[in-house]
């Protein structure tokens, strides 16, 4: 397959419907939780085509699953024994880790490369090294490759999070469910792919109790059924079509908008300027006039760090100052030096970011150094004047689903340039 290195993206403006696909944040822990079954395991609303969602697959193929995919659903079953030691030498992403958790409950070992995805500042696996040595593990590394034995099975256990990891709850889930006896996971980060995790499990067999964001108690089981599953709709894709709109003074219905999980992000646009009318199950989008923004990224129902790029754009957009925190990944703010080249005007201290709006942007050629900060270029170039070269544009298809095919259908000026 053809990797998409450059989109040349003309100013545009977005007029028409877009259906939301299903979350990349979820179907990858969903992948991951195939391995904790030898029985027949279904998603529905499977996002197919993407990249992040492709490398996971194959990583199952490694591992000795067979995986039957078909545009929006994926049957992957079992036929053989299936293997501990992922090898592996293409693209590695953050979910190796969830993969290494999932073979060690099953299994009672595991190794998998370290995990690679988005540079948008530090991201250790610290914690999910803890609680597999809290529920008994051995972890080590070799090399690049890290490693991890129980020597029986995994044993329930108090895990404390310092921080409201994503990815270390999630871990902390898939363990638990084949543990012996009870895991808690204290300061969990309750979210809604997490949730959907959940429920996939418990259809499962897991026996999953969600105490807010206070704990979440697993009590373990000898083993976990087959199920077929629906994965829930993806928050980030319908946000960046939001925001294209309003920078755009598009008019566009947003079709499966996920409401309930966007209620804090719908309430900070609607009152910076952005007009929307809910429908029956979709987003209608009137553009707006954007005015300046000022949030802080935090855990679910926050505005979460994925996120802000695209408030970013928004920012410079407005006419005023806008500011932006982010404490989890201050790092993140490397896509603000790309679009200082297409003329925006900002400055950081500290965690914060100042965004200076008001000046028009300006088609220039600028990098995507993360699968966020691609889309939220993407959407610049949109309101940009002249043409927007992106280099790395294949980041922006690891979280989205045929995303240049549904830019094109809402009118979007956009060619691609392949390897």
């Given at each position: 397959m053809k990797q998409i290195i450059k989109y040349l993206i003309q100013p545009s403006k977005l007029i028409g419907s877009v259906n939301v696909d299903g979350a990349k944040n979820s179907v990858l822990k969903l992948l991951a939780a195939s391995l904790l079954t030898n029985e027949k395991f279904e998603i529905a609303n499977y996002p197919s085509a993407l990249l992040d969602a492709q490398a996971s697959v194959g990583m199952l193929r490694s591992l000795g699953k067979e995986c039957l995919e078909e545009p929006d659903k994926i049957t992957i079953t079992e036929t053989s024994k299936i293997q501990s030691r992922l090898i592996w030498e293409e693209r590695s992403i953050r979910t190796t880790l969830l993969v290494l958790g999932a073979l060690v409950a099953r299994t009672g070992e595991g190794a998998v490369p370290l995990p690679g995805g988005c540079e948008i500042g530090e991201r250790n696996y610290d914690l999910h090294e803890m609680t597999l040595r809290k529920m008994g593990a051995d972890v080590w590394r070799e090399g690049d490759v890290l490693c991890a034995r129980a020597k029986e099975r995994l044993k329930g256990a108090d895990i404390h999070l310092p921080i409201r990891s994503t990815g270390a709850t999630e871990n902390g889930i898939l363990c638990g469910s084949l543990a012996e006896g009870i895991t808690s996971i204290w300061n969990p980060h309750i979210r809604p792919e997490i949730l959907d995790l959940i429920s996939c499990l418990r259809n499962m067999g897991a026996k999953i109790k969600v105490y807010g964001q206070e704990h979440i108690e697993v009590e373990g089981v000898e083993g976990l059924t087959g199920t077929q599953h629906t994965v829930i709709g993806d928050n980030m894709e319908a946000i960046t079509w939001l925001v294209a709109s309003v920078v755009t003074n598009g008019d566009i219905e947003i079709v499966n908008f996920p409401f309930d999980h966007l209620e804090v992000p719908l309430v900070h646009l609607r009152e910076s300027g952005a007009k929307f009318f809910r429908g029956d199950n979709s987003l209608i989008v009137r553009g707006g006039k954007c005015y300046?923004?000022?949030?802080?990224?935090?855990?679910?129902?926050?505005?979460?760090?994925?996120?802000?790029?695209?408030?970013?754009?928004?920012?410079?957009?407005?006419?005023?100052?806008?500011?932006?925190?982010?404490?989890?990944?201050?790092?993140?703010?490397?896509?603000?030096?790309?679009?200082e080249k297409m003329g925006g005007k900002f400055k950081v201290e500290g965690d914060l970011l100042y965004i200076y709006g008001g000046s028009p942007l300006y088609g220039a050629q600028v990098k995507a150094t993360d699968l966020r900060a691609g889309a939220a270029l993407a959407v610049a170039g949109l309101a940009a004047q002249g043409e927007t070269v992106i280099e790395d544009a294949w980041q922006i298809g690891r979280g989205y689903n045929r995303f240049e095919e549904k830019l094109l259908y809402l009118g979007g000026s956009l060619k691609t340039i392949s390897d």
């Open positions: 300046p923004i000022d949030i802080a990224t935090g855990p679910y129902p926050g505005i979460n760090s994925d996120m802000q790029p695209l408030f970013a754009i928004y920012g410079f957009c407005a006419k005023g100052e806008s500011r932006i925190i982010d404490l989890r990944f201050p790092g993140r703010y490397n896509y603000a030096s790309e679009i």
